[in-house]
């Protein structure tokens, strides 16, 4: 008499982000561990996930395909996303979704970026390229580009200073008002933000300079400025036209200011 072999049971982990929970399905245990592991602070155990994924890996030995040219689309209402080392579909109505991947922490940080960007969207919010801290209750973002410095900023913050990410800042609106929330997408500094979201009082473009100083900056150049450190990776234009409106809504509501600084922790004086 032949047996049947026995399905394994798929093995869930729930990762929070910014109020947004992401549930993974995975057969893998080992994976799972890994995903535990990686996003420790931003486990969530209790709340109902709002989005779910099954994940399916790539089977030992089996080639993974070599192009790294990331690409997110939106075809027949599923976003369709695809790079050398994932392959991936999520539907925006239902909140499910199914990822192919090979077994590296590198995919699923790209995944979960990209459909959180995706979500935030659709709700005014967005993910930009800075650092961003909390203190005194309020959070404050440090846009810029690389070596602009992000990195030395979050440095240079007080020891009462609640760390939430030196690369990626996660940007949330609720109603009229803004939220800055950590991330556990480490930067230069190798470390997770903490899960925290603060009002956000105020973002600044980040300069080194001979003095410390913040300089105001015209609304239109803000915006620009915004647009270009804004992580947005589908190609719909218009998901980037909603994306454009949105950040004209912020910069109609948080104050935007350059801050030139020279890399010491005196400028944390002059910003709060």
Request: hydrophobic residues 45%; glycine residues 8%; negative net charge.
């Amino acid at each position: 008499m032949s047996v049947m072999p026995t399905a394994v049971a798929a093995e869930s982990v729930s990762v929070e982000i910014g109020g947004i929970g992401l549930a993974l399905h995975v057969q893998d245990s080992s994976f799972r561990r890994m995903v535990e592991n990686r996003y420790s602070g931003f486990v969530a155990s209790s709340q109902a996930p709002q989005c779910e994924f099954d994940i399916e890996l790539y089977d030992a030995g089996e080639p993974v395909p070599a192009d790294d040219q990331l690409e997110v689309k939106l075809e027949a209402g599923e976003w369709l996303l695809r790079r050398g080392d994932f392959r991936a579909r999520w539907n925006p109505r239902t909140m499910r979704g199914h990822i192919r991947q090979s077994c590296n922490p590198y995919a699923i940080d790209s995944v979960l970026r990209i459909v959180h960007s995706l979500i935030l969207a659709q709700r005014g919010g967005f993910l930009v390229h800075a650092a961003s801290v909390i203190r005194g209750g309020k959070a404050f973002i440090f846009s810029g580009v690389s070596g602009a410095g992000k990195t030395t900023i979050s440095r240079l913050a007080p020891a009462d200073a609640a760390f939430l990410s030196d690369e990626v800042s996660y940007v949330r609106r609720d109603g009229n008002q803004y939220f800055a929330c950590g991330t556990p997408f480490a930067g230069e500094l190798a470390r997770a933000g903490e899960n925290q979201c603060a009002p956000l009082s105020d973002l600044f473009f980040l300069e080194k300079g001979p003095r410390n100083s913040i300089e105001p900056i015209a609304p239109t150049d803000a915006i620009q400025r915004l647009m270009r450190n804004i992580l947005f990776f589908a190609n719909d234009p218009e998901l980037v036209k909603l994306v454009f409106q949105f950040a004209c809504e912020f910069a109609s509501v948080v104050p935007m200011h350059r801050l030139v600084f020279v890399p010491d922790e005196r400028v944390w004086d002059i910003i709060c």
